[in-house]
């Protein structure tokens, strides 16, 4: 596999990254600790620059990409293997198979989805939109809190549901939508109208996540009072119960306990958003592959 790897960049199988360090300009690496930063980047180029395991009707296209990404390296004027390269690439490998369709990022609250949202939305060239954000500029700068407190969440579900029936109308936008999304069928109508991305994230990094922040723009979690971590596993766990088979019927899964173990990380907060945002663009184009595939008459395969 490494062999593979060096041969589509032209560098040899074994590198030595400590002579890589010396020949850049001080400043270029973009973390303090060389052996993270090392092990970063070993991970990305075996998990993301291999040969594309493609179908026919995709594979002659996304080769382009691999010998522009080839010409780039060679001619020395990028760091190889550097995490924004190849969430460009990948992107650039997802478009063209799109057609324009959306994105609808789905997951848990504080998994991540606008974060990640965000760097889809750019690396594509699509807009991003918070479905959370257009419900509160509808209620004239209402937060989602205050909507809860005053409202209900009978009312905030409408609303939401509202919101998605506007985007499933409209082309080339990458949505972050509430943890709750998931929870009506009309919402699925919608949103598969583009594409669903699950961002899984286990529960106990979740409650670190929140714990961190605090629960005051959760309205679900609000009203707990204990060690901010363990109100938040517990209820976190109470919600999951309710939502946890309606998140599978999303297009993909992303799964950060997965990416982890690919790279061979200790704890899913070692990865960074670009990194979720490489592995979503991957279970995107496993997706439309996939679409194609049941399209393909058997007498054609």
């Not at 109508?189 to 669903?196: A, D, E, L």
């Amino acid at each position: 596999m490494e062999a593979a790897i060096a041969q589509r960049f032209q560098y040899p199988s074994w590198v030595d990254w400590r002579e890589f360090e010396r020949k850049l300009p001080r400043g270029s690496l973009r973390y303090p600790q060389r052996a993270k930063e090392e092990k970063r980047f070993r991970g990305l180029a075996l998990a993301h620059l291999q040969p594309e395991r493609r179908n026919r009707s995709l594979s002659s296209e996304l080769s382009c990409s691999a010998d522009n990404s080839s010409a780039l390296l060679e001619a020395g004027s990028v760091y190889p293997f550097d995490e924004d390269l190849i969430l460009k690439r990948k992107a650039e490998e997802v478009k063209p198979y799109l057609n324009g369709r959306s994105m609808y990022l789905v997951g848990m609250m504080g998994s991540g989805k606008t974060t990640v949202g965000k760097l889809m939305s750019k690396a594509l060239g699509y807009s991003f939109l918070d479905c959370d954000t257009l419900i509160e500029e509808a209620m004239n700068g209402t937060s989602v809190a205050e909507i809860f407190e005053h409202h209900g969440e009978g009312f905030f579900r409408g609303k939401e549901t509202d919101a998605l029936k506007k985007l499933s109308s409209m082309y080339q936008v990458v949505v972050s939508t509430g943890g709750g999304a998931v929870i009506r069928p009309i919402n699925w109508k919608y949103m598969h109208k583009g594409i669903s991305i699950w961002l899984d994230v286990p529960l106990e990094a979740l409650a670190h996540r929140i714990a961190a922040v605090g629960t005051n723009s959760r309205p679900l979690l609000h009203d707990e009072s204990g060690d901010a971590y363990t109100v938040a596993l517990k209820r976190l766990s109470t919600i999951w119960d309710e939502r946890s088979e309606a998140y599978t019927n999303a297009n993909a899964r992303v799964s950060l306990e997965n990416i982890a173990v690919k790279r061979g990380y200790k704890d899913v907060s070692d990865l960074t958003p670009t990194e979720i945002a490489i592995e979503a663009f991957e279970q995107v184009l496993s997706f439309i592959e996939n679409e194609e595939t049941m399209e393909i008459p058997d007498g054609d395969l």
